[in-house]
């Protein structure tokens, strides 16, 4: 039987009963929309977890911090220096699996302009941090090695930092003196502000304008407490880490007594050159910093693969309940299908006598059943695609998330596979069934 013949056969008998059609095809609809949906949602959360994770630095960017010492080493824990920027030099020296290095110093602090004040979180950089921790310049520029070695008094700022000090959040101080903890900087760089999806629509929609003016109106001039995930980049006032060094860390008091410019520093981040070495790359590290740290373990790395696995790990349960989920609703599409078309058998046995009276074979009435189920299957799958669709619509703009559902070309085919398969397995016994008529038996069939 020619596959071309047996489609229009299945449509035929699929419009001669609509209604008893439709029913049948319902658990494919919703088993393939649900999961359609199932796939935009997952795809949504994992699109999300990346751009967060690449716009605080990515998988490649570790941090090198203090660490508790093992008991063996408690006794003799002093002996190290801790964690200094001399180690940072050996990592530029020695390891090459590494892209950057960038040392920090962390300051607590007071910005000041005119009548305002605000608390930043003030941090001595090196140019290098620019690449470590994926920052973006909106205006001007990033600290530079010139202003290391001149020890200039210029600061980077968050665009957070800006919305503080000037009543025009959007405004473009370039060139213009801030206040550090009373002493003078010159604004040479604006950092982009940095959003979570909802907050982009919000300010596309003007309700965080909105709700600061309520505040300003019942005398709140303070603004709400908002987890904000990007508030290290959008509050940061970026300063030469040699200025940090020589107005805030000149002098190091323990016990009274000045013991001279503190060595130490807050944080060393690197980046690491190819992710396909990143073991190799933290090996490479801790065999050097062991080395400065006279084999005292006083040191730790904060590396974002654990957070990324843990991420991908809850993405595929996700995906999995979900995906099990909706194959329930497909089974039970299925099963539908089934029952419809050994129905379909029962009311057709005269017909099926007649095709094999004149010379159909058994295989042409298997393949004209099963034809007909994959077509119910197939219809109900291409429906199913168009109300998947809408409910990721309807979740878009009923319940706005940080991750919005991405329909994907993958998930639609896997999705319409998923259909076809349904109607193979469920189209199988009723046409085995059909196939085994006897021709005489089914012509006196009453």
């Given amino acids: 039987m020619h596959p071309l013949l047996g489609v229009e056969e299945g449509i035929k008998e699929i419009w001669a009963h609509k209604f008893r059609s439709m029913l049948t095809m319902s658990g494919v609809i919703l088993g393939v929309g649900s999961l359609m949906a199932m796939f935009a949602l997952t795809e949504g959360i994992a699109a999300g977890s990346r751009a967060f994770m690449n716009q605080v630095g990515g998988i490649e960017r570790v941090e090198i911090r203090d660490s508790p010492v093992p008991p063996n080493q408690e006794d003799i824990a002093e002996l190290s220096p801790g ?39 003030l941090v001595g950089v090196e140019p290098d941090n620019l690449v470590t921790d994926k920052h973006e310049i909106e205006y001007g520029r990033f600290i530079t090695e010139m202003d290391l070695s001149e020890r200039n008094r210029v600061v980077v700022l968050g665009r957070g930092l800006i919305a503080d000090l000037w009543e025009d959040e959007n405004a473009v101080p370039i060139g213009e003196t801030v206040l550090l903890n009373g002493q003078a900087f010159t604004i040479v760089g604006i950092l982009t502000q940095y959003l979570t999806d909802s907050a982009k629509r919000q300010k596309a929609l003007g309700i965080t304008k909105e709700q600061d003016e309520r505040r300003k109106a019942r005398g709140n001039f303070k603004k709400g407490r908002t987890y904000d995930p990007f508030w290290y ?8 880490l040699t200025t940090m060094q020589n107005l805030f860390k000149a002098s190091n008091v323990v016990n009274g007594i000045d013991q001279g410019p503190d060595p130490k520093v807050s944080r060393i981040v690197v980046r690491i050159a190819d992710v396909n070495q990143f073991n190799a790359a933290i090996d490479q590290m801790r065999n050097i910093l062991l080395l400065m ?62 095709r094999r009276a004149i ?18 299957a197939l219809l109900g799958g291409i429906i199913g695609i168009a109300v998947g669709y809408g409910l ?27 259909a076809l398969i349904v109607g193979i397995i469920a189209g199988l016994y009723p046409a085995y069934k059909a196939s085994l008529l006897s021709p005489i038996q089914a012509l006196r069939y009453e």
């Fill in 83 to 121: 964690r200094t920027y001399a180690d940072a030099q050996a990592l530029r020296r020695s390891a090459t699996l590494l892209e950057s290095i960038s040392t920090e110093i962390d300051y607590g602090g007071k910005l000041t302009r005119l009548n305002f004040q605000t608390n930043p979180r």
């Fill in 233 to 240: 980049k959008n509050r940061a006032a970026l300063i030469p």
């Fill in 293 to 354: 740290h006279r084999g005292i373990h006083d040191f730790g790395f904060d590396t974002r693969e654990d957070w990324f696995e843990g991420i991908e790990r809850s993405i595929r349960a996700t995906r999995f309940s979900g995906g099990l989920i909706a194959g329930i609703g497909l089974l039970v599409g299925g099963l539908g299908i089934t029952n419809i078309m050994l129905a379909s058998i029962t009311e057709r046995i005269r017909e099926i006598g007649i």
């Fill in 359 to 376: 010379g159909a074979r058994r295989g042409d009435i298997f393949t004209q059943i099963l034809i007909e189920a994959l077509v119910l």
């Fill in 392 to 418: 990721v619509q309807i979740l878009v703009w009923a319940a706005p998330s940080e991750n919005a559902p991405i329909v994907t070309s993958i998930s639609i085919f896997i999705s319409l596979g998923f």
